[in-house]
């Protein structure tokens, strides 16, 4: 498994509506195993596998983060932001971050305060990115209205093989994506594979749209993260018991289509691989919901997660591995069962 590559894709911003430069990135990489490529209206970037085979199965991964747009740049140099996806205001308070304008890197701060920090709600409208500027004007030769702002946050290796940045939302479903599918072509997987490194999931969703409406792929793997239960101030009890290490979590619900579900099963059994589960009572809030909506039978496999839409998200290097092994594994078997008629349908006349 290529770790350099995930922290290259870790260290390039792609705030949503932004993903651009990262999906040259994507581009880039599966060229060394895609048989064709291809980009649509939306920004997504697709590697494919076995073009020209009967059966289509579409992995989605979304490669845009969290993040803000610049608004407005007052009269003292300031920029005020609006949100791009779920972000929580607070957490970004005395935050270093970086503005993007033009392909070029601002270095910014979030400014603080005694009373910002000690007002019961933050919104958006409280943050303002100091960039050093001492007026409008020289803010304004800097960066522009519409401009991306992520956190500025490295790679940092932690203890038990951990790890952390921000982004890991969804860049790490991503590179499971690529990865699945550069290992299930040299296994010899026959169905055609569409790995798509999809945009605009944390906001609109249009990625995955896009591609389930112009690929009409058979069935549809969702890979994202989901929240570990064994962080501070998370319940179990709440969607299911998740630990960080304890291996790829595969999803029960109403979303998800069970024989996909149960060939997952099986195949996690036959690898000797230890899987967690969620509970989805309705919609999984990922890219898989997207597909479903198209009527593609759907099943969503998630890395654990600590501390989700912050900027200091940690993950384990040992449950991308897993996923990216569970994943090229069960691509291997999907294609001979499709082969032989495999059957989405949980129920028969």
Known sequence: MNREFLKDLLSTPSVSGYEEAIQQKALAYGKAFAHTQLTDPSGNAISIVNPEAAHRVLLCGHIDEIGFIVTHIDDSGRLHLAKAGGVSPRLYIGSPVQVWHEGSKVNGIIATSSDLVKKEKIEVSDLLVDIGAASKEEAAAAVAVGDMVCADVPVRELMNDCFTCRALDDRTGA??????????????????????????????????????????????????????????????????????GGGPVLCMGSAVNKPMNALLKQVAQELDMKVQWEVAGGRTGTDGDTVNDDGIPMALVSIPLRYMHSSVEVGSWKDIEDCVRLLSTFLVRLSQELDKGFDFCPVRP
């Not at 994506?177 to 010899?188: D, H, I």
């Not at 999809?198 to 112009?214: F, L």
Request: proline letters at 4%; hydrophobic letters at 40%.
């Open 175 to 244: 590179f499971v994506v690529l990865e699945a599918a550069r290992e299930a072509a040299a296994q010899g997987a026959s169905a055609g594979i569409y790995a798509a490194t999809t945009t605009g999931e944390e906001t609109t969703g249009r990625g995955a749209r896009h591609a389930a409406a112009h690929l009409k792929p058979h069935c549809c793997i969702a890979v994202d993260v989901t929240w570990a239960s064994d962080a501070p101030g998370t319940n179990p009890g709440d969607t299911g018991e998740v630990k960080l």
